[in-house]
T-cell receptor, first 115, second 111 residues
Framework: KAGVTQTPRYLIKTRGQQVTLSCSPI?????VSWYQQTPGQGLQFLFE???????NKGNFPGRFSGRQFSNSRSEMNVSTLELGDSALYLC??????????????FGPGTRLTVL | SQQGEEDPQALSIQEGENATMNCSYK?????LQWYRQNSGRGLVHLIL?????REKHSGRLRVTLDTSKKSSSLLITASRAADTASYFC???????????FGKGTRLHILP
């Protein structure tokens, strides 16, 4: 069974640009969550999608948005990039939503560098 | 805001020794999970312990949970070089489906 895949793996952008990251969950998984990881703030929850609906959202500005498609693949978009958006962006998939015992499987992440 | 805080921030031990990491959290939880992250890569789920459980084992891993002290510990016995990684605790707060991660403990196993 293929794991969670994220594309691209590395990305370099300049301030003010926008970026779209993609996540393909494990087959059969309908929940996708996104996290931002930085040395200073650690791992922070961005949002969760389940059945094409946003179920939960973290404390990030509106520049961060996401969506989920009918095949459960998800994208997140960051507009008007700032230097502080440089981070490792991780997505995780699970079968369902709201069930703590339902293990989250993480992808390898997308390393975004904003210059 | 961080819910879980791991201690120590970094730990170096000799191969074969046991490694213990601690996690403290602030509010009531449904369960607590431990994850491992190898350098710059995705997280791997290690173990989940429910709020009504006190101890759980998985291979060389032993996790304890003390809800009265709002703390958990992860013990890795007979450490190996491959255990070198960062370890995170994650909690889900009661009535909230979000999972909140601590900042992690960086474990380095010396040959």
């Amino acid at each position: 069974k293929a794991g969670v895949t994220q594309t691209p793996r590395y990305l370099i952008k300049t301030r003010g640009q926008q970026v779209t990251l993609s996540c393909s969950p494990i087959s059969g998984h309908r929940s996708v969550s996104w996290y931002q990881q930085t040395p200073g703030q650690g791992l922070q929850f961005l949002f969760e999608y389940f059945s094409e609906t946003q179920r939960n959202k973290g404390n990030f500005p509106g520049r961060f948005s996401g969506r989920q498609f009918s095949n459960s693949r998800s994208e997140m978009n960051v507009s008007t990039l700032e230097l502080g958006d440089s981070a490792l962006y991780l997505c995780a998939s699970s079968r369902a939503s709201g069930i703590p015992e339902d293990t989250q499987y993480f992808g390898p992440g997308t390393r975004l560098t904003v210059l | 805001s961080q819910q879980g805080e791991e201690d120590p921030q970094a730990l170096s031990i000799q191969e074969g020794e046991n490694a213990t990491m601690n996690c403290s959290y602030k509010t009531s939880i449904n369960n607590l999970q431990w994850y491992r992250q190898n350098s710059g890569r995705g997280l791997v789920h290690l173990i989940l312990i429910r709020s009504n459980e006190r101890e759980k084992h998985s291979g060389r891993l032993r996790v304890t949970l003390d809800t009265s002290k709002k703390s958990s510990s992860l013990l890795i016995t007979a450490s190996r070089a491959a255990d070198t990684a960062s370890y995170f605790c994650a909690t889900d707060v009661n009535r909230d489906d979000k999972i909140i991660f601590g900042k992690g403990t960086r474990l380095h196993i010396l040959p």
